[in-house]
């Protein structure tokens, strides 16, 4: 096989320093780049041939979500792994409507890493076990997947939407400001947003307000 070419994408120092270690150890892959930003990635891109991309879907600027059918269209002979903290299957499914070719999670194996990468870039897709597990569910399943966000997030994102600030939800909902702000900071991580505006916009997208 043919020296496999990656770009890792994520916003964690610590994280890409410990994919690279770890694939550097193979001579079948070379690490061509890191980004730790949407933007950044798309730069790269424009001067480095990528096979694989290592995709995170919270990045600071953009959700990895967003860059996926950028680079489907930009760039379609390079393949995108979902590599994400995300197992809800909403995010799968959005992931493979927009040209993922695999999906994991972070606490995902060394050795199931390496075989995603290889069949990936042979052509074939590859979902962690338990995403596979997900999808067959919801295909032979009757009812509806577990929505991404709790009722209680659900609630604090329409109040943000209204425009009211975070002491009056803390307020309204009888919490105080700190619980509102760790809340805010789990949605926007959940929907992939940098911002207030973006998370807004992801809820509206996905129909949870």
Known sequence: MSTIK???????????????????????VEIVGEAETGEALLNQLTTTRADIILLDISLPDKSGLDILPLVREKYPDTKCIMLTMHEELQYV????????????????????LREAIRGVYLGKRHFKNKISELLLEDMSGPGSPSPILSEREIEIV??????K?????????????????????????????????????????????
């Open 6 to 28: 990656v770009i890792i994408a994520d916003d964690h120092q610590l994280f890409r320093n410990g994919l690279r270690a770890l694939l550097q150890a193979q001579e079948s």
């Open 93 to 112: 499914k959005e992931s493979l409507k927009k040209g993922a070719s695999g999906y994991l999670l972070k606490d995902t194996s060394e050795s199931e």
């Open 158 to 163: 329409k109040m943000v939407a209204e425009g």
């Open 165 to 209: 600030i975070t002491k009056e939800i803390a307020d309204k909902l009888f919490i105080s400001v700190r619980t509102v702000e760790t809340h805010r900071s789990r949605i926007m991580k959940k929907l992939g947003a940098a911002n207030a505006s973006e998370m807004i916009n992801a809820a509206y997208r996905r129909k949870l307000i």
